[in-house]
């Protein structure tokens, strides 16, 4: 047993000498791909050197920061658990870019009218630059769009110019021949491409391009993205799923992390007046980040994902029944999306979450969707969708439909059941906070869950409805769902609901539990929520809340903030628990109040105002004021004490100069009561 024993301790320590961890680096500009790249002074230059390289567990591949790498990175070596190699940033200065956009040595022919052809590009550059600056697309297919100002100038187009001259060209509208301007798109379908390896972590990285998608993640496992900046000038943002499609060798892309990064597409043009026509929004890069078929137990979270034409976050399994064989196994399941922001301020159709087709099992919580001019679209079955702020949806000028719901439940690709959607805030949409449609034309939409939801000033738009059923217009059912417990409250009318074509109120709607309709509707109320300040985005309730205590048992045990559910006799309605915090000394002064953080996200500093009711100026000398800032997994990273400012009004100032994008909780405590809120970080 003693010779065993010593064996197990002797393997242990000799462990890490196997694994030797090895540090390579690279510099754009003073590297050389003659050394041996394990010194700065001895540093590679290109990234071609790690493509085929054969790294080995714990190894690091640092690059210069400042330095700018015009080729794509891709790397074939995994690491193990435990051991994962890593690709990061060393120096000083902004991340090191990984672009493919490079310039094109194009030839033009004079087509007339101001417009030049080139007949050799064989691909779709999906985003081209002029002279350094974003030039805006035509929209699919409308090649006469070209020249025209929708009201930006639409300046190129890839495609046939009609059905008799159907072949796919690429035109640019200029003034004169493009050979004489600088015109850059990407050289490459990817800007990172990962496939087939595992335990690998990207940080500090900015990657710039892509034709199809700035980073491509095929049946990889394990691979961790940590504040990386992408979307800029690529089509996709970020594209997870498995190498083979329809084949009985599939592998699936598992536990891939993203985290704390920027997906933002950086494109900003202005396109509202290019009309209503079948196709007219279909311009611009489609989405930031997309799980595709046999993404598996992925993470999304902590960052910001920003300007996409179809949807800011994308979770799409089409079960196609002449491929079902080949679908079996290949869904999109057991995923989770928290603490991120999406928003498309500078679109006219886009931004939303979309989860469609064979996708179920997976859990979105804790994000914030806001400023996007799309319905989000919530099918698939058995998916957990709770604890999200929803804010802000607006309808499209370019579509003669209403696009504007918070909600939007339609059933396109396979039936919807089993969902459940509790404790969100649905607010200020201009349709309604939740639209179960009757077009629904691929299965039943029932045994879905609405539930401890808040529907707030929603159909400001169109007649102030704030929840819709339509009736069905075909052969699948669209009834046989539960609504419990839902605050709808819209304060210009009571008539809130469009139940099947009937405008009526909450009470008259709780009564509609019986005949055909099959549903369970119990315990909806029509109140003022009481938020502590509706204004100031400051949605936690009041104590004379009608939300308190007045929820149905969730299935989610944790609100917003972090509370445990329930913290009263039972669940809150909305994404809040109501908190009394008290102070352990009668005669201090009641609880601190956060008035407000702003901004909220921040780069690099905020500032933290509140104030304390009840306060006194013998108050003033005695409390003890206290800012803690704790990272996602409760870690804390920062911490300052208030200097006393004037009696009853505080405001405090935090940089957060030295950390890394990403979610933060800021803690204020006052003597022995506290109170704490989410901020956001985006560098």
Not at 186 to 204: K, Q, T
Not at 337 to 343: A, C, D, G, P, Q
Request: hydrophobic fraction near 35%; include cysteine; charge should be negative.
């Amino acid at each position: 047993m003693r010779i065993i024993f010593l064996f197990i301790v002797l393997s242990y320590f000799t462990l890490p000498d196997f694994f030797a961890q090895t540090t390579y680096y690279l510099d754009a500009s003073g590297g050389s791909d003659n050394n041996n790249g394990t010194s700065r002074t001895a540093a590679w230059q290109t990234l071609s050197q790690i493509k085929n390289f054969p790294f080995q567990p714990g190894d690091k591949i640092l690059l210069k920061r400042g330095e700018v790498w015009n080729e794509q990175l891709r790397i074939s070596a995994s690491g193990i658990e435990g051991s994962p190699i890593t690709i990061g940033a060393y120096g000083s200065s902004a991340k090191p870019i990984i672009t493919v956009v490079k310039t094109q040595d194009l030839i033009w022919e004079n087509t007339g009218n101001n417009i030049w052809r080139n007949t050799t590009l064989e691909y779709d550059p999906k985003r081209v630059l002029k002279d350094g600056v974003e030039i805006l697309d035509a929209a699919e297919n409308f090649y006469d769009e070209l020249g025209t100002n929708v009201p930006d100038l639409v300046e190129w187009y890839y495609g046939p110019k009609n059905t008799s001259d159907p072949h796919d060209y690429l035109y640019l509208y200029s003034s004169d021949s493009p050979a004489n301007h600088t015109i850059e798109f990407s050289a490459e379908g990817h800007g990172l491409i990962a496939e087939d390896i595992s335990y690998v972590i990207f940080e500090n990285l900015e990657i710039v391009g892509g034709y199809y998608f700035g980073i491509s993640i095929f049946s990889c496992s394990n691979l961790s993205f940590k504040n990386v900046t992408a979307g800029e000038y690529a089509n996709f943002g970020v594209y997870i799923s498995s190498a083979k499609l329809y084949g009985t060798t599939m592998q699936p892309s598992d536990r891939i992390v993203i985290d704390s990064c920027i997906i933002d597409s950086g494109y900003k043009f202005n396109y509202s007046e290019a009309g209503t026509a079948y196709g007219k929004s279909n311009r611009g890069p489609p989405d930031g980040y997309r799980l595709n078929i046999y993404a598996i137990n992925c993470e999304l979270k902590n960052s910001l994902l920003i300007n996409y034409a179809h949807a800011n976050v994308s979770l799409f399994c089409e079960l196609n029944v002449n491929r079902l064989p080949f679908y079996l196994g290949t869904e999109i399941a057991n995923n989770k999306i928290y603490n991120n922001k999406l928003t498309s301020p500078d679109l006219f159709y886009g931004g939303r979450l979309v989860i469609d087709g064979y996708s179920h099992d997976n859990e979105i919580f804790n994000n914030i969707i806001e400023n996007t001019s799309v319905k989000n679209q919530f099918n698939g079955f058995a998916n957990h969708f709770h604890h999200n702020i929803i804010r802000g949806i607006k309808a499209s000028p370019l579509k003669d439909y209403n696009t504007g719901y918070g909600i939007s439940i339609q059933g396109y690709y396979d039936s919807v059941h089993d969902n459940i959607f509790e404790n969100n805030l649905i607010v200020d949409c201009e349709d309604a906070g939740i639209l179960i449609s009757g077009n629904n034309g691929a299965g039943n939409v029932i045994n879905n869950i609405f539930r401890n939801n808040i529907i707030y000033n929603c159909g400001t738009k169109y007649n102030n409805v704030g929840l819709q059923l339509n009736k069905a217009n075909n052969t699948f059912l669209n009834h046989g769902n539960y609504f419990q417990n839902n605050l709808v409250f819209n304060p210009n009318t009571a008539q809130t609901i469009n139940f099947y074509g009937s405008i009526i109120d909450v009470n008259e709607f709780n009564s509609q539990n019986s005949g055909v309709i099959n549903q369970m509707i119990t315990g909806n109320i029509d109140s003022d929520p009481k938020f502590n300040n509706y204004l100031t985005n400051d949605y936690h309730l009041q104590s004379s809340s009608p939300c308190i205590d007045a929820g149905a048992n969730p299935q989610a045990n944790i609100d917003f903030d972090g509370n445990p559910i329930p913290l009263g006799i039972a669940a809150d309605i909305g994404i809040y628990e109501f908190t009394v915090v008290t102070s352990v000394e009668e005669s201090k002064p009641s609880s601190p109040v956060l008035i407000q953080n702003y901004p909220n996200p921040f780069n690099p500093v905020t500032k933290i105002r509140y104030s304390i009711p009840n306060y006194s100026s013998t108050d003033h000398e005695s409390q003890n004021v206290r800012l803690t800032i704790y990272d996602i997994l409760g870690k804390e990273v920062a911490a300052l004490v208030n200097e006393k400012q004037n009696p009853g009004n505080y405001e405090i100032e935090f940089k957060a100069e030295n950390l890394p994008s990403g979610f933060y909780i800021c803690l204020l405590t006052v003597d022995n009561s506290s109170l704490s809120r989410k901020m956001i970080l985006l560098k």
